[in-house]
């Protein structure tokens, strides 16, 4: 049968060598065959000084390898050091084809191509690129190509957590690598997995919004999560996300920022994966909605859209939704219909991230998300929030709800209080300044008349001066006594009266108004101030005048 078929073979040469022209036979009946072992053909000589030499890997594939004239034809291959790394990277690449090439054809994937048979290149983008070589000599060419050979990284991300990367802005694209990351001592198990390679950013909201945080664009299984605190062993988990569902196993998540704290941003690898990280930041921007009194309530952009015509007696913002009382009904607006929610009169309401609390006085205390339902029978005086914690005052006392549950917190009566991120600070009034994180630390002997906050640090105004609390040390940064103040991220902007309105940061003081307002407030990273019933946008720069009627009430809301 073998026999046959061999005479099969050199019969088809015969007649492909006389009718189509080529092939190097010139005299048919010298060619000779040799197998190996296995029966397996292993040379062809045409006895003219053309053969083909087959050799076969473990596999049993074979290569066939044409001599013309005692040549035989490249064998292409190359190696390259290094082939993983960041970018700028430069790499150098080494010819190691078989039969003696004489030309070398390089292309590194990147667009850029060489002739030299040992050339460097520099890749100056991250990505993943296929190399190919195409080797040559006077018996022809063979071509080589190596998949995703070179792999190019962003520059390593910070690794510890106390060097985390610092970014600022309402919308980030930032880029690092964790190829080379660790986990720390104590550092948490971020979405719940054991991670390995994790890299730290850091950001200080200058706004209270909803930001989306994602890994879309990622080349790995990527984790995320995002925290509070001041060590990586003592972290605070405000969201995490394995996985969202996009490709490669990226993460995304959402949480509710608070102005002026700042938060951690963790990103790992599922299971110490690693490879490049394409790391994406958005705030929802904000809009202000004023209440003009009898001209009703508007909406501001940029530009003035009335959303209602009647005068509500109070403003709250929740989610993604404006909250109006209107004679004494509470109506929500979603950035295009206004909907009754409650048909009860209401004394005061707090949003904390997606839910709405609403103080209904006699009848207790109501959670709103999609639904009503009852938390306290009874009717607090004042309710505020620290770290996603209600905070009710009742008959002067503190009682902390934590979804569930309402906990005594504190048995001395309090005049005012303030969260910072997991912190809540309250004013004892005689009995000084206390700051509590599931247990009490007095923090100032003295009574403020006001608190404050702004990047982090607790502001207080005691005998009408300025001090700022970093969580060791109270330092006096203002001798003239003061009206109002607000944070935006890491600037405390303060009213100082007949002086006008300075601004702090860095230590530092910077006039920005010679006028004294009645009002200042804060949207989407931007000043607003009420001179004279008319209102004022301050972006850093210059003051404009936004609006010509006087205004009531004003409150910061994402409604777009």
């Not at 997995?193 to 664009?217: E, I, M």
Request: a negative charge; aromatic letters at 14%; proline letters at 2%.
């Amino acid at each position: 049968m073998k026999k046959n078929i061999i005479n099969y073979f050199i019969f088809i040469s015969v007649i492909s060598s006389i009718f189509l022209g080529f092939g190097y036979i010139k005299n048919a009946y010298s060619i000779s065959y040799t197998y190996d072992s296995l029966a397996r053909l292993t040379k062809v000589d045409y006895g003219n000084g053309v053969y083909i030499v087959y050799t076969y890997d473990e596999g049993g594939n074979v290569t066939r390898n044409e001599t013309v004239g005692g040549m035989l034809l490249p064998v292409a291959d190359f190696t390259a050091t290094p082939s993983t790394g960041s970018s700028p990277l430069e790499v150098s690449f080494a010819d190691q084809s078989a039969n003696n090439p004489s030309s070398w054809a390089w292309d590194f994937g990147d667009g850029e191509y060489s002739s030299i048979q040992n050339p460097i290149h520099t890749y100056t983008a991250a990505g993943k690129y296929n190399v190919t070589l195409t080797a040559s000599n006077s018996a022809g060419e063979d071509t080589k190509t190596k998949n995703a050979y070179i792999y190019v990284t962003y520059s390593e991300a910070k690794d510890p957590f106390a060097e985390a990367n610092l970014f600022t802005g309402f919308d980030s694209q930032l880029t690092g690598a964790n190829l080379n990351a660790t986990k720390e001592n104590g550092e948490p198990n971020h979405a719940g997995n054991l991670g390995g390679k994790s890299v730290w950013w850091k950001w200080v909201a200058t706004v209270n919004s909803k930001v989306s945080v994602d890994t879309h664009g990622s080349d790995f299984n990527t984790l995320l999560a995002v925290y509070t605190g001041k060590s990586v062993d003592k972290l605070i988990c405000i969201a995490s996300n394995d996985d969202d569902g996009s490709s490669n196993g990226n993460s995304g998540l959402s949480f509710f920022a608070e102005n002026g704290l700042t938060y951690y941003i963790a990103v790992d690898g599922y299971n110490e994966a690693s490879g490049n990280i394409v790391f994406n930041f958005n705030v929802l921007d904000q809009q202000i909605v004023v209440d003009f009194a009898d001209k009703g309530l508007w909406m501001y952009d940029g530009k003035w859209a009335q959303i209602a015509k009647n005068n509500p007696t109070a403003l709250e913002a929740y989610d993604k939704k404006a909250v109006g009382n209107f004679s004494n009904y509470l109506y929500e607006y979603d950035g295009n219909t206004w909907n009754r929610i409650a048909t009860t009169s209401s004394e005061s309401m707090l949003g904390i991230g997606a839910e709405l609390f609403v103080d209904f006085g006699i009848n207790g205390v109501y959670k709103y998300n999609n639904g009503w339902r009852q938390i306290a029978k009874n009717n607090p005086t004042i309710i505020s929030s620290y770290h996603r914690n209600l905070v009710g005052k009742f008959d002067g006392y503190l009682y902390k709800y934590d979804g569930n549950n309402w906990v005594r917190i504190a048995t001395t009566p309090s005049e005012s209080m303030l969260g910072i991120g997991a912190e809540l600070f309250v004013d004892f009034g005689i009995n000084g300044v206390y700051k509590y994180d599931n247990k009490w630390t007095q923090v100032a002997k003295n009574d403020p008349t006001a608190l404050s906050k702004y990047n982090g640090k607790l502001v207080g105004k005691f005998s009408g001066y300025l001090y700022e609390y970093d969580g060791n040390i109270w330092t006096r940064i203002a001798t003239n006594p003061s009206e109002d103040m607000v944070g935006i991220g890491d600037t405390l902007f303060v009213d100082f009266g007949d002086k006008g309105v300075h601004k702090y940061i860095n230590k530092g003081w910077l006039q920005i108004a010679k006028n004294n307002p009645t009002i200042l407030t804060t949207y989407n990273g931007k000043l607003v101030g009420k001179f004279s019933g008319y209102l004022y946008e301050y972006d850093g720069n210059i003051w404009t005048r936004i609006a010509t009627n006087p205004s009531e009430d004003i409150i910061a809301v994402s409604l777009k």
